[in-house]
């Protein structure tokens, strides 16, 4: 079933009936399927080679090789590029880059000019950095089919735990911040201070440690002059009280004046009272609105 345009490429979520354990040539076959469906914008093929592929390689008991890394890599990216998951896909082809930096896309997959292809080139293979971690127990670890204790940073890989009999107990697609597979680490070998949840920079500096949750994080010290703030706020409180004051006498005066003369000494005590009160809000308002800006330009705290 051929569908045009391929940026209508859904990822499938349905998991292939098959079994484990897979073979090295089952994963090659995967790729080899999933890229010429691509090429000749079969949809439904191409998504039932990528769901199989994907599925073989937690499968995996053989030791990866870097190119056949390589190759899982630039599929995954075309999948989570046209599903829509651009970061990931950024990853992955940057991981097949670092694998194979003279690949060239060939234009009857990925033509110049397209995203996909741009994702890919813009990454310099020249600038590798990777994070430490912890050796196993027994057996050894491979990052892309390459045997060591070095995690690529920054871009994806394939992580596999090989028992004392060089067989992957575990293999596992893991993005730039997905934490490491739980395996049985040698003791005493992570450094003090280290939160090895990703690894840990090679040249002895710690990662930052997972991010807690709000309630726990230390409260933020105040950047403002608490006395000139809390000045502010009584002195606003006040200005509000004899402005509500003065509103009260000025209705009182109108409500009542036409019972006695307005140049009585009565009318004249109300007149005077409610001048005094708005007045005096507008003193209090002008001395609240002087202290806050104190408070958050003058520093210092007690």
């Given at each position: 079933m051929r569908l045009l345009p391929v940026l209508l490429l859904l990822v499938s979520t349905?998991?292939?009936?098959?079994?484990?354990?897979?073979?090295?040539?089952?994963?090659?076959?995967?790729?080899?399927?999933?890229?010429?469906?691509?090429?000749?914008?079969?949809?439904?093929?191409?998504?039932?080679?990528?769901?199989?592929?994907?599925?073989?390689?937690?499968?995996?008991?053989?030791?990866?090789?870097?190119?056949?890394a390589a190759h899982i890599h630039r599929a995954n990216g075309i999948r989570l590029f046209v599903g829509g998951e651009q970061q990931n896909a950024a990853e992955s082809l940057a991981a097949a880059r670092h694998l194979e930096p003279d690949y060239v896309f060939p234009e009857s997959l990925v033509p110049t000019g397209h995203p996909?292809?741009?994702?890919?080139?813009?990454?310099?293979?020249?600038?590798?950095?990777?994070?430490?971690?912890?050796?196993?127990?027994?057996?050894?670890?491979?990052?892309?089919?390459?045997?060591g204790v070095q995690r690529p940073a920054g871009r994806a890989t394939i992580f596999q735990n090989f028992d004392g009999e060089g067989t992957s107990v575990n293999t596992t697609y893991l993005f730039a911040k997905t934490p490491l597979p739980a395996y049985s680490a040698a003791e005493n070998f992570v450094p003090e201070g280290v939160h090895p949840e990703l690894g840990w920079d090679p040249d002895g500096q710690p990662l930052p440690p997972p991010v807690k949750p709000e309630k726990n994080r230390p409260k933020k010290e105040a950047n403002y002059n608490k006395p000139l703030f809390f000045g502010m706020i009584g002195g606003g409180v006040l200005a509000v009280g004899l402005y509500g004051g003065a509103v009260a006498s000025e209705a009182h005066f109108k409500s009542t004046s036409w019972a006695f003369d307005p140049y009585s000494d009565e009318a004249a005590g109300l007149r005077s009272r409610t001048n005094t009160l708005f007045v005096g809000s507008m003193v209090m308002g002008g001395l609240a609105a002087g202290a806050g800006v104190g408070a958050f330009t003058i520093q210092g705290q007690f």
């Open positions: 349905s998991a292939p009936a098959q079994e484990c354990p897979a073979k090295l040539i089952d994963i090659e076959r995967q790729v080899g399927a999933a890229t010429s469906a691509f090429a000749g914008l079969d949809v439904d093929a191409f998504l039932e080679a990528m769901d199989a592929l994907n599925f073989d390689l937690t499968c995996l008991e053989e030791p990866l090789s870097p190119q056949t996909i292809r741009q994702l890919h080139d813009e990454v310099d293979p020249t600038q590798e950095h990777s994070l430490s971690v912890p050796p196993p127990r027994v057996g050894h670890l491979a990052f892309d089919g390459i045997r």
